[in-house]
């Protein structure tokens, strides 16, 4: 990666025949209008990914399998999950020391790039082969961040909300919305900070086998953002929920059900249709990207902002 990395979300898909690389909602062949993506220049040291035009695309469908029954094989074993969100932080240690320590997250990996000048730290409750994890990037002499007003917050599953807002408190941690039922419903929430400011939910769902288990953006067209995730990722849209009561709506997109895997909350407040990226996660324009896998391929959201 090259210096400066900015934050991103990657997610993984079942291998595709080696032949023209394509990304759609489900069996490629079965699809109209699949981007073909193909290689450029190096931004980052893994490249980033550009769509060429709808007809060469569809020239290449044809060739990603070799017929209607290897395009249902690839769909039925459809194992893509989101893999890692990527974000900076002013201090690795301390956020590593307040991840482990307050939010029970395990150090998986630690990788120092010198000749980039940045260090990478993997957290998260699992191994990164089965489990979404965080991977946090220290850019070295950068020790504050701007986390703008795109990015809401993380979502983190537990046993007993109340019992880990006192542990959070006591280790000096902010916490932000007191435990207690969400309003209108029964789950059991709390809302606390980490040392960089990025704001976690803490939802009390006890034997959830995937702990960070949603990451909430704020876009300003949600049936834009939905698109998006539908068309270029795969996702599917879980559900969506109107609040006119307090003037927002939100849609839950995924690869499975809420309980069992790392879904996107995407947030829309009435009205409001563009927010601060700030420099830390979420820029979609020049440095910024979000990464997604086939095989873990990365894919630039910059090439997708307009859509």
Same mark, same amino acid.
């Given at each position: 990666?090259?210096?400066?990395?900015?934050?991103? /979300?990657?997610?993984?898909?079942?291998?595709?025949?080696?032949?023209?690389?394509? @990304?759609?909602?489900?069996?490629?062949? &079965?699809?109209?209008?699949?981007?073909? @993506?193909?290689?450029?220049?190096?931004?980052?040291?893994?490249?980033?990914?550009?769509? =060429?035009?709808?007809?060469?695309?569809?020239?290449?469908?044809?060739?990603?399998?070799?017929?209607?029954?290897?395009?249902?094989?690839?769909?039925?074993?459809?194992?893509?999950?989101?893999?890692? /969100? %990527? #974000?900076?932080?002013?201090?690795?240690?301390?956020?590593?020391?307040?991840?482990?320590?307050?939010?029970?997250?395990?150090? @998986?990996?630690?990788?120092?790039?010198?000749?980039?000048?940045?260090?990478?730290?993997? +957290?998260?409750?699992?191994?990164?082969?089965?489990?979404? *994890?965080?991977? +946090?990037?220290? !850019? #070295?002499?950068?020790?504050?961040?701007?986390?703008?007003?795109?990015?809401?917050?993380?979502?983190?599953?537990?046993?007993? *909300?109340?019992?880990?807002?006192?542990?959070?408190?006591?280790?000096?941690?902010?916490?932000?919305?007191?435990?207690?039922?969400?309003?209108?419903?029964?789950? /059991?929430?709390?809302? /606390?900070?980490?040392?960089?400011?990025?704001?976690?939910?803490?939802?009390?769902?006890?034997?959830?086998?995937?702990?960070?288990?949603?990451?909430? &953006?704020?876009?300003?067209? +949600?049936?834009?953002?939905?698109?998006? #995730?539908?068309?270029?990722?795969?996702?599917?849209? +879980?559900?969506?929920?109107? !609040?006119?009561?307090?003037?927002?709506?939100?849609?839950?997109?995924?690869?499975?059900?809420?309980?069992?895997?790392?879904?996107?909350? @995407?947030?829309?407040?009435?009205?409001?249709?563009?927010?601060?990226?700030?420099?830390?996660?979420?820029? %979609?324009?020049?440095?910024?990207?979000? =990464?997604?896998?086939?095989?873990?391929? #990365?894919?630039?959201?910059?090439?997708?902002?307009?859509?």
């Amino acid at each position: 990666m090259a210096a400066g990395r900015s934050g991103t /979300v990657a997610c993984a898909a079942p291998a595709v025949p080696r032949r023209p690389l394509l @990304l759609s909602t489900a069996a490629a062949a &079965l699809q109209p209008g699949p981007v073909r @993506l193909s290689r450029s220049g190096s931004g980052t040291a893994a490249g980033k990914l550009r769509a =060429s035009p709808p007809d060469a695309a569809q020239a290449a469908t044809a060739a990603a399998f070799a017929g209607e029954e290897e395009a249902f094989a690839w769909a039925k074993n459809d194992n893509r999950r989101l893999l890692h /969100v %990527v #974000y900076r932080v002013g201090d690795l240690d301390r956020t590593i020391k307040f991840y482990t320590e307050c939010l029970g997250m395990k150090l @998986l990996r630690k990788r120092d790039i010198p000749e980039e000048k940045y260090t990478n730290a993997f +957290l998260g409750y699992g191994s990164e082969d089965s489990h979404f *994890v965080v991977e +946090l990037t220290y !850019n #070295y002499g950068v020790d504050k961040y701007d986390v703008g007003a795109g990015f809401g917050h993380f979502g983190v599953a537990v046993d007993d *909300v109340a019992k880990i807002v006192e542990l959070i408190r006591a280790k000096g941690g902010k916490v932000t919305r007191e435990a207690g039922p969400v309003k209108g419903g029964k789950t /059991v929430i709390a809302f /606390v900070e980490d040392p960089d400011g990025y704001k976690f939910e803490i939802i009390e769902r006890p034997g959830t086998p995937e702990p960070l288990c949603q990451v909430m &953006l704020r876009v300003g067209d +949600l049936d834009r953002a939905i698109s998006f #995730y539908e068309k270029a990722c795969g996702m599917e849209l +879980l559900r969506k929920r109107d !609040n006119p009561e307090y003037k927002y709506t939100v849609a839950m997109m995924g690869y499975g059900p809420e309980d069992k895997n790392a879904v996107l909350e @995407l947030t829309y407040n009435y009205g409001v249709t563009e927010y601060g990226k700030g420099n830390a996660y979420a820029q %979609v324009k020049r440095h910024g990207w979000i =990464s997604f896998s086939v095989v873990l391929v #990365y894919w630039s959201w910059s090439q997708h902002a307009d859509t």
